[in-house]
């Protein structure tokens, strides 16, 4: 029996052991990981006043501390994120960060939970309420002001010339390289001047510059003969016998001497002979089986000379006819050349379009190069400069390609207790883009005039109120519609309900009727209905990123708790 007892004893000792202990490591865990503490300066303030919202982590200097970032204090907004204040105490750190809020609404909101991440933990701040005081104007002391009429205001140029001088900086590089490399005059060469100079210019001008060189001074008779022959034979080349320079020398003085014999070249046997001996004098040189003195080079040198003067006065005049031949064969040249510099310019710049045309569809899609040049009406809404506003009371602030303008409905006397409503438009529905906004305001008809109590405006049903809205749409000619519906939440947390889906709905002037799309959103509040509709065409790219811009920007009064 004592055994037993001890054995007891033992096992609620134990007990108590583990107990103390994992309360101690999960009183160590917590210390580990942090502590974190959430307040603010003010629970009421006056709209659009700031309240600074502070978290306080204590942790190890091991932990990485994530703080909340963006907007997550929905539905108050965040206008300010300061900098964290780190305070180290032993081996702890104390961070401290703040935020700045606001709300330009008055109601009592309720800031959501944060999330708080230290270390691989996550810890989560407690929700805080926040007063929004309207502030209070005394009319008695305050002047009353009609409202001021609509101000006309000069639509800015946009960035339309940047991309215009980048066009005509493209253009001039293009225009300025073509005509550097292609239509420019180029200044000609030496060599290219002497080629274009009359065949007997140009012998004198050889003969010139043969005299210049050092062959003589340095006995290389060899190449001094070479190039003297080669100039009496390029100078009959070109004026008596084509392929004077292809002959022997025995074969070209029985070309002369036939040409002679035929009057068609008036040269003396001598000068006939004084050619003969030269080539063959300058054929020994060649072969080595002769050495001139550098006098008598001197004196072939001249003998050339001379006897380039007597073929050229050996040589006929050319009639009229051979003129106009030889001028209208320099003008075919002249014309040739001209056309291939235009067929170059143009194959050049057709070449850099079609590069261009390639680089940017491959870079932005052959579409939108295309839709680019030719134009198209949705890609200019969806790239002009977008204006956001808002319209109506209570205020539906949404962005649109265009301004809306207010739709002035007539309210005859009798109308007077029915729902005041406000529209604004951009377009019809015939349009290629058509935006509508309505407000309606319900007015409660059963009040009690001994009481400041009234009753509660019927709640509203969305659904229903959507399908009379597609009721009135196909009412204006809508066919083939195809309806479906979701909820709805704008990025400020007001829900609602969208009716979206496709249609076609008449062209204007024309009976056909084209495809489009609808997007159909209704929101309510107390006494107050609010309509958004949106059609676009079907199939195209532009008008649906128009619409989901349009759908994203849509904030409303959220409810308040």
Known sequence: MMNYKLQIANVYKKQNTTIVLSFFFALFSLLSFGQVKVNIDSTSIKIGAQVTY??????????????????????????????????????????????????????????????????????????????????VVDTTKQGLYDIKPIIKVDKSIGNWWKYLFLILLAIALVAFLLWWFILRVKPLTKEEEIALLPPYDRAKLALKQLDESNYLQNQNLKGYYSDLTFIIRKYLDEKVYDRALESTTDELVSRLNLLKDGNQIELSKDDIRNIETILKRADLVKFAKGTPDVALAEIDRNTVDLEIDHVKEALPEPTEEEKLLDKQYKEEQERRKKTIKVILTIGIVAFLLVGTLAGFGYKYGFSYVKDTILGHESKELLEGEWVTSDYGFPPIIISTPKVLKRIEIPIAQEQENEPKSSSFSYGTMLDVFNITLNTIQFQNQNQNPDSQQQEKAPEIDLAELSEKGIQGIEAKGAKNIVALKEKFQTPNGAEGLKSYGTMNIPSIGSDKLRSAKFNFLLFTAENVLQQIIVISPQDDEYADEIVERILNSIELNPKTE
């Open 54 to 135: 502070k978290i306080e982590v204590d942790t190890d200097t091991t932990s990485l501390v994530i703080f909340p970032e963006g907007q997550t204090f929905s539905p108050m907004e965040m206008i300010e994120s300061y900098t964290i204040d780190t305070t180290k105490k032993n081996d702890r750190y104390n961070l401290i960060k703040k935020y700045g809020l606001t709300q330009f609404d008055s109601g009592a909101y309720t800031i959501p939970k944060q999330k708080v991440l230290i270390g691989a933990k996550e810890f989560y701040t407690d929700s805080l309420r926040v007063e929004i005081r309207q502030v």
